[in-house]
């Protein structure tokens, strides 16, 4: 039994074979999709942009997807060249898995073929010790004329789960342990499943967890069905986890057919000094606040840069272009205005178009002394007004707070928004 493990493939494949059996299987405009998404990859770091020009992004989901197409094509050359060929060949992405008849001499002039088809591509092999070898989290052992199977741990694993009291919702402690079990009645043989589901027991055991949860954990589940099959759940709401708080409110989304996907409050990574370089606040797209010199401001969204949307409202202002932007209007008022443009702030970088409406509703309820058109702005249910006050930030009132426009003098797409929402805020 050999392995060969294909050295960082997804920075190594070439894009220009890559796009060969792309082109023959797909039409001319999805191979050009392809093209661009292949060739428009770029980076930020220190300051200065960089463009990849050979292999896939890590990360993106299209490189597996590009890399497995260049695979394919590669490990069909390199068998149907090769003299000696091998019994088995199973590859999973850059991983593979042969069984190999030829004796041990010969294996290493396979590997040399195998690292003569392409400049960039380049293998490293291991061969089986004391009859076992390790493939993926597969330990395969030969038996004989038969291949006996099991979990495979390295030998640095230390066994540490997600611990009994960290604060994350039961469900997805519960899905840990589910989750190791279902892996083991997967991968294991029949004679060696009670020996991985004892270990799993120990280690949770050990990570705080009761008998009472492993055994319900452990215990065999039911098939899922299909995604045709599932009620149909069209809506989700993700909420951060807060014990005997957004639980209950998960129930009560469950009756309105609204799953709830719980987030931990606060993650490592949010300790951790980003390793990215920013971007510039304006090149973003969200949520954003102009102020004026009178002392109110205005909140506005885009769906591309804010910086982008900034340079139209300061072409409306210079124009007098009163009818296309709020901001234009509040500063040819009086001619006593003067809009702080340099002091523009992201206020969030919200994507989605409804999400970004919703999100600018509030900000513009936390800031009353603004100056933005009410029939512009979508229709906040002022069943929502006393979380949001809670939350808003201390701002001072220039002017009065706006009322509300009623829905009858709506603008007909703010209208229609406003239906949808109404009735989802009644049925809750």
């Not at 088995?88 to 042969?98: A, I, K, L, S």
């Not at 991968?187 to 027991?201: F, M, P, T, V």
């Not at 970004?356 to 929502?384: D, G």
């Amino acid at each position: 039994m050999v392995s060969f493990d294909v050295v960082s493939l997804f920075t190594r494949v070439p894009l220009g074979e890559s796009m060969d059996p792309i082109k023959e299987s797909f039409p001319p405009d999805i191979a050009e999709l392809f093209r661009v998404c292949l060739t428009g990859s770029y980076f930020l770091w220190n300051g200065n942009y960089y463009e990849q020009t050979e292999g896939v992004a890590m990360g993106s989901p299209i490189s597996p997807i590009i890399a497995n197409f260049f695979m394919e094509r590669f490990e069909e050359k390199a068998l149907e060249s090769s003299v000696l060929k091998p019994a088995v060949w199973f590859r999973y992405v850059d991983d593979t898995f042969v069984v190999w008849k030829h004796g041990r001499d010969s294996l290493d002039d396979f590997l040399h073929h195998l690292n003569s088809q392409s400049p960039s591509i380049k293998f490293t092999m291991e061969t089986e010790v004391n009859n076992q070898l390790a493939f993926l989290d597969v330990l395969v052992k030969r038996n004989g004329d038969l291949l006996d199977h099991t979990v495979y741990r390295k030998p640095t694993h230390t066994d540490r789960y997600l611990h009994k009291l960290s604060n994350h919702h039961p469900s997805q402690k519960q899905g840990i342990i589910g989750t190791l079990a279902n892996r083991a009645r997967r991968i294991c043989a029949n004679e060696h499943i009670q020996e991985e589901l004892s270990h799993l027991n120990k280690a949770f055991l050990a990570n705080g967890y009761n008998d009472r949860e492993i055994k319900a954990a452990l215990a065999p589940r039911q098939r899922r069905p299909d995604a045709n099959e599932q009620e149909n759940i069209i809506n989700k709401a993700f909420l951060p986890y807060v014990s005997q708080v957004t639980d209950r409110i998960g129930k009560v989304l469950k009756k309105h057919n609204i799953k709830t996907i719980y987030k931990p409050t606060r993650k490592i990574r949010d300790c951790l000094r980003p390793a990215k370089d920013k971007r510039e606040p304006l090149s973003s797209a969200g949520i954003y606040r102009i102020p004026c010199s009178c002392g109110s401001v205005y909140i506005g969204t885009t769906k591309r840069s804010v910086g982008t949307r900034l340079t139209e409202h300061k072409r409306n202002c210079r124009l007098g272009q009163t009818e296309k932007s709020a901001v234009a209007e509040h500063a040819l008022r009086d001619g006593d205005h003067k809009i702080q443009f340099e002091d523009t702030q992201v206020i969030a970088t919200t994507s989605g178009y409804h999400p970004r409406l919703v999100r600018e509703a509030v900000e513009i309820h936390k800031h009353p002394n603004n100056f933005n058109r009410k029939e512009e702005t979508f229709y906040l249910n002022r069943i929502w007004h006393p979380a949001i006050s809670r939350t808003k930030v201390a701002a001072q009132r220039s002017r009065p707070v706006p009322e509300e426009l009623p829905p009858e003098q709506a603008t007909p797409l703010r209208r229609r928004i406003n239906t949808r929402y109404a009735d989802a805020e009644a049925s809750v």
